[in-house]
Nanobody, 125 residues
């Protein structure tokens, strides 16, 4: 599956952005999909995921209540709605997908076989 992420950009603290991840080659309903991010000098970290079976969602504690992950099966696109953005949310955001991962590994980047190119989010006044 090929993934194309978009929607990043500069935003002021407290603002909102919506990231998109378009999938081709597989329908998103057959995939577990996730967002990860990596800030300069830091390790890649899990942000949010949606499991392929049932569509259950999972979030990092740092974004819970502010970010919402969703998918549009008709458009084969996954989204990340980011509200109340903070400077510490600044990072390169990647989308990832897997058709085979098990639920216990959903926060582990190593469980995902397909990755899109990152989209930069910069939160600054």
């Amino acid at each position: 599956v090929q993934l194309q992420a978009s929607g990043g950009g500069p935003v002021q603290p407290g603002g909102s952005l919506r990231l998109s991840c378009a999938a081709s080659g597989r329908t998103v309903s057959s995939l577990s999909m996730a967002w990860f991010r990596q800030a300069p000098g830091k390790d890649r970290e899990f942000v949010a995921a949606v499991f392929r079976r049932g569509g259950a969602t999972y979030y990092a504690e740092s974004v819970k209540g502010r970010f919402t992950i969703s998918r549009d099966n008709a458009e084969d696109t996954m989204y990340l709605q980011m509200n109340s953005l903070r400077p510490e949310d600044t990072a390169l955001y990647y989308c990832a997908a897997s058709s085979t991962l098990i639920l216990s590994t959903i926060r582990d980047g190593r469980a995902y076989g397909s990755w899109g190119r990152g989209t930069q989010v910069t939160v600054s006044s």
